[in-house]
């Protein structure tokens, strides 16, 4: 008998699982901009290891990053570019993050190789450091430095959050060098906590 009950049971769980078990769907998070900015669509199949589909990726000016600070806006900026081997890693899991909670992020590229006239001016740079200066790694002389990938949560003009770089535990020795499951999935909560703190 009892054996016929726990059978009755487990067939019954199995049922249910069936029905309605597994993974939730990953929750929307809203980041909502009231900040006039110009952006154009990313072509975000520059790097080497992302997989679509991508998420909405906005390609923005130094000015439009800017804007976000001068016109209290709100949402997920990303500093970085392509060939990068820090940003190439580190793309694939903020496109995982932001496609799943669908939330913009938009891309200001920082690429030293540009030609200097499509790079950041003075003035840019001047108003970048009184924007994100507090987020930013110093040298040892103090002197604000961009290092990318960079990624910034910004709501109503104000830093919410950022990261810089990958995880702690992982470096590039070999071109190959990949973070494995876990590092991840670390960096992804990192980008996920970000985009919490910058929500609606």
Request: hydrophobic share 35%.
């Amino acid at each position: 008998m009892k054996k016929h009950i726990s059978a009755c049971v487990i067939a019954a769980l199995l049922a249910v699982c069936a029905g309605g078990c597994g993974e939730k769907e990953p929750e929307t998070i809203t980041i909502t901009n009231h900040a006039e900015i110009i952006s154009q669509p990313a072509d975000m199949s520059l790097y080497m290891w992302i997989e679509e589909p991508y998420a909405d990726f906005q390609k923005i000016s130094f000015d439009e990053l800017n804007g976000f600070f001068e016109k209290k806006g709100s949402g997920i900026l990303y500093l970085g570019y392509d060939g990068c081997q820090w940003c190439e890693r580190g793309i694939p899991e903020l496109n995982t993050v932001a496609r799943e909670h669908g939330v913009t992020v938009y891309y200001c590229e920082t690429d030293p190789y540009a030609p200097a006239e499509e790079f950041i001016t003075e003035d840019q740079w001047n108003k970048l450091i009184e924007n994100i200066g507090s987020v930013l790694t110093k040298s040892e002389d103090g002197e604000p430095q961009l290092f990318v990938p960079l990624v910034i949560g910004v709501k109503n003009g104000e830093i919410t959050g950022s990261h810089t770089a990958l995880v702690d535990s992982f470096d590039i020795i070999n071109e190959d060098d990949q973070m494995n499951d876990s590092e991840k999935k670390e960096l992804q909560k990192i980008y996920l906590d970000i985009m919490k703190k910058t929500a609606d």
